[in-house]
Structures are given as structure tokens and as C-alpha cells.
């Protein structure tokens, strides 16, 4: 690459880089990650994770690859001698993020047909209730016809990367940010109108303390890797196409307080309609398929109101589908040197393929359904192996590495280049750079491995 690409705008980098960690995280898997934990008590320990934890990092992943003008792994073996342990940042954050979009691409293919599903009248206002129990099963386990659907989604993500950043991503992720946060209000306001919506809210937001455990606390500190997007290439390539002249701290709380505010959001779309028609929390990744189908059913205009939800989440995906393409192919380019297009088609080939397992076992009667790797199904394994290992352990490698290798001070430098105001990094950062986010993964991710033995 001779010249290296910049964001058209500040609002493009936000857009895009907030469209990239809100995704499915914010949405699909938020919601269901609060159902298997005790609802407020997750969601205290998530922004207290992310607060303490996902910031720095963030803004740490972001700084470096500003410095390098590189993805992770130029960028890392710009800033390491030769063998250093901490040149695996960069390929660690390439099998996330190709793990991520393996089984990721059978989430979105299950939204674009239950998007269809929607617009066919499936989840209208008085549909038989036991005619929805069955659905997801029978879809999540139609494989070729579910496999079609994740190849028009992985074929639609390579069209816009195609594009380039500017014409492609950029201006994708300007339109649909906006579109997705319309709607979900839209549909937040309309759960809290119900009866009984109360109910809902206050399982939500008010957190059982005695739910609190270590699982818990590995789930909530997982989540926040997951839904901020640290390790997984992205940021460490975005963070390489801005200019010494912006201010990644400012954005950088943006961009994090604009997830949040999206995960809380999708809470109050989904947990008080749930509430106000007594249906029971489904603690697992068919969530919005199997819970919210149900909802739709009890409201009038339950038809309009399920294709909305579907085309939201179809947005939130994308988006973040787009942003872990771009930062795959991104960082693979410039260290193959094999041309744009011609890496774009491996990787895309490369998550068709690792793509299969997950479909194959994802619905409760796919063929691999009964395939059990730890006692997790393959698409759980898929995830576990992704969200509490790979990118934990990418975080532990770049955290340690900002605090004993790149050094505080230079950190500081650096990430204040650009910064204005309050938002700068001072010596109160120090505790949490140096001993606080190392500790703190390094802990999790130890635990993490213990319990899952």
C-alpha cells in the first residue's frame, strides 16, 4: 500500500467505529447475556468492566495503530524486535475476528429470514402461539436453505469492503447508525407503553446483588471484549487510518458510551414487552428469535412491528460484520501484499468455510446438533473458544505490552495528541494502565480456563 487511506470526517470514524462495536453485541447478544445472568447485576458489572477495562483498552488499541500507521501485525512488528511474544497481537486478532464472523454470519442469516418471515405476516397480532414454538427450531435447522442466506450476507459484506473505505464503509455505516438507533427507540418507547412494563425495568436496571459470581463477572468482562471490539483487528486498523490531529480519547468515550447506551436501549425494547405478557426469559442465543416472535403476536400491528425489529438487528449486524471484515482484511493486505481484492476473496472463502460447522449445529435438529465439544455445542464452542480465550488473551498481550513496553508516559504522549480538554489521559490513568486491565484479564481469563476444565 503506497499511501495510506484516511476517514472522510470525524463523524465517519465515529459512525463507523460505533456501528463496529455496537453490532450484534449491543443487540443480539446483550439481551441474552442479561437473561442468563440475573439482569441488573450483569449489566452493573459490564459497565463497570467496560468503564475500568474496555476504555483503556480501547483507547490503547486505537493509539497504536495511529503510531504504526499499520493494522496489528506490521504494526507490531514495527514496535517489537524480531520473536517477541507480543508480534502474536496481531494474528490473535486476525482468528477473532475470522472466528466472530464464522458464526456470526449464521446470526445474520437467521435475522434476514426472519426478516421475511416478517414482511409474510408470520408474527402478526393473533398468531397461534403454538405455531411459533416450533419455528425456530425448524429454521435454525434448515441448513441449506439457512446456508444460501449466509452466503448472500458474507457476498453483501465483500460488496461494500470492495468498495473502499470511504465509498464503502464509511458511507454505509453513516446511514445505517442513524436508521438503527431511530428504531430501536422507536421500539423501546413502544415495550414501555405496556402493562406491566414496570416490571421489566426494574429487572433490568436494578441489580440483584446475590447473582453476583465469578461466571458472572467472566461473562460480564467477556462481553465487554466482545461488544467494544478489543483484539479482534478492527480497532488497531481504524485507529491506523486517523491523523495526529484527532482526538481518539474524546471519540473514543463516544463511540463506548453510544454501545452502552444501545445495549440499555435494546434491554427496554425487549425485557418489559417480555414482562407485560408473562412470556418466560429464554437464557440463550435463539433469544430474539424464539422470545420476541411471541411478543409480536400479542401487539397490534405485530406484523410491522417484528419487521423493524428483524431489519434493526439486520443494520446492527452489518455493521459490525463490516467493521471485522475491514479490519481482517486491512491488517492481511499490507502483510501479504497480495492486492485488496484478491485478499478480501480469501477471507471472505476462509469464513464460508469455517462457517459450516456452526451451521451445521446450530438448530436443536441440525445434523451436528448432538456433537458436544466441552459439553458446549459447536456453535457455543465457536463462541467460547472466540470471546474467553482469543481475545482475552489478545487483550492481556496488549495491555501488558502498553504498561512495561511502550510505557505509561509514552501512552500518554501519544494518545494525547489531538486531545483537548478533559479529555486527556493524566497521571490518574497510570494505576489502571500499569496494574488495574493488566490484573483484571490476566485474572478473568485464568479463572475462565479453570472453570471451563
Not at 508480534?87 to 482468528?95: E, F, S
Not at 450476507?153 to 461494500?160: D, T
Not at 411478543?295 to 452489518?318: D, E, M, N, R, T
Not at 451445521?360 to 446438533?369: I, Q, V
Request: a positive charge.
Amino acid at each position: 500500500m503506497s499511501e495510506r487511506v484516511t476517514w472522510g470526517s470525524r463523524l465517519g470514524f465515529i459512525m463507523t467505529t460505533a456501528g463496529f462495536a455496537v453490532g450484534l453485541g449491543a443487540i443480539w447478544r446483550f439481551p441474552y447475556m442479561m437473561s442468563k445472568n440475573g439482569g441488573g447485576a450483569f449489566l452493573l458489572l459490564y459497565l463497570l468492566t467496560t468503564l475500568c477495562v474496555g476504555v483503556p483498552l480501547f483507547i490503547a488499541e486505537i493509539m497504536l495503530g495511529r503510531v504504526t500507521r499499520h493494522g496489528g501485525i506490521l504494526g507490531m512488528r514495527q514496535l517489537t524486535p524480531p520473536r517477541s511474544p507480543f508480534r502474536l497481537m496481531g494474528w490473535l486478532g486476525i482468528a477473532s475476528g475470522i472466528g466472530i464472523l464464522s458464526y456470526y454470519s449464521v446470526i445474520l442469516a437467521l435475522l434476514l429470514v426472519y426478516f421475511v418471515k416478517s414482511l409474510g405476516g408470520a408474527f402478526a397480532y393473533g398468531t397461534d402461539m403454538a405455531a411459533l414454538s416450533p419455528l425456530f427450531d425448524v429454521t435454525s435447522s434448515s441448513v441449506g436453505a439457512l446456508g444460501l442466506y449466509v452466503l448472500m450476507a458474507i457476498v453483501l459484506m465483500g460488496g461494500i469492503i470492495r468498495a473502499g473505505l470511504k465509498s464503502g464503509l464509511e458511507r454505509a455505516c453513516k446511514y445505517l447508525m442513524p436508521v438503527l438507533l431511530l428504531f430501536l427507540g422507536i421500539l423501546a418507547v413502544r415495550s414501555l407503553s405496556l402493562p406491566e412494563a414496570e416490571k421489566g425495568v426494574a429487572w433490568l436496571l436494578k441489580p440483584d446483588f446475590s447473582r453476583i459470581d465469578i461466571q458472572v463477572a467472566l461473562d460480564a468482562l467477556g462481553h465487554t471484549f466482545f461488544a467494544v471490539g478489543i483484539g479482534v483487528s478492527t480497532a488497531f486498523v481504524f485507529g491506523s487510518y486517523l491523523n495526529e490531529q484527532s482526538n481518539i480519547i474524546a471519540d473514543a468515550l463516544i463511540i463506548i458510551a453510544i454501545n452502552a447506551a444501545v445495549a440499555v436501549l435494546a434491554g427496554l425494547a425487549i425485557f418489559p414487552a417480555m414482562y407485560a405478557f408473562g412470556l418466560t426469559k429464554a437464557a440463550g442465543t435463539g433469544l430474539v428469535f424464539e422470545t420476541m416472535p411471541a411478543v409480536f403476536a400479542h401487539l397490534p400491528g405485530g406484523w410491522f412491528l417484528s419487521a423493524g425489529f428483524f431489519f434493526l438487528l439486520i443494520i446492527s449486524g452489518f455493521a459490525s460484520g463490516l467493521g471485522l471484515v475491514e479490519g481482517v482484511v486491512g491488517t492481511l493486505d499490507e502483510a501479504w501484499k497480495l492486492g485488496r481484492n484478491k485478499t478480501l476473496f480469501l477471507v471472505l472463502a476462509a469464513v464460508l468455510l469455517l462457517s459450516l460447522p456452526p451451521l451445521l449445529s446450530y438448530g436443536a435438529h441440525a445434523p451436528w446438533a448432538s456433537i458436544r465439544l466441552w459439553d458446549r455445542s459447536i456453535f457455543v464452542f465457536a463462541e467460547y473458544v472466540v470471546t474467553a480465550l482469543l481475545m482475552p488473551v489478545g487483550a492481556l498481550l496488549m495491555s501488558v505490552f502498553v504498561a512495561w513496553k511502550f510505557g505509561f508516559s509514552r501512552f500518554a504522549e501519544e494518545a494525547n495528541k489531538g486531545a483537548a480538554g478533559c479529555c486527556r489521559v493524566t497521571r490518574n490513568w497510570k494505576p489502571f494502565i500499569v496494574a488495574v486491565v493488566p490484573c483484571a484479564v490476566g485474572t478473568i481469563l485464568l479463572l475462565g480456563i479453570l472453570i471451563s476444565l
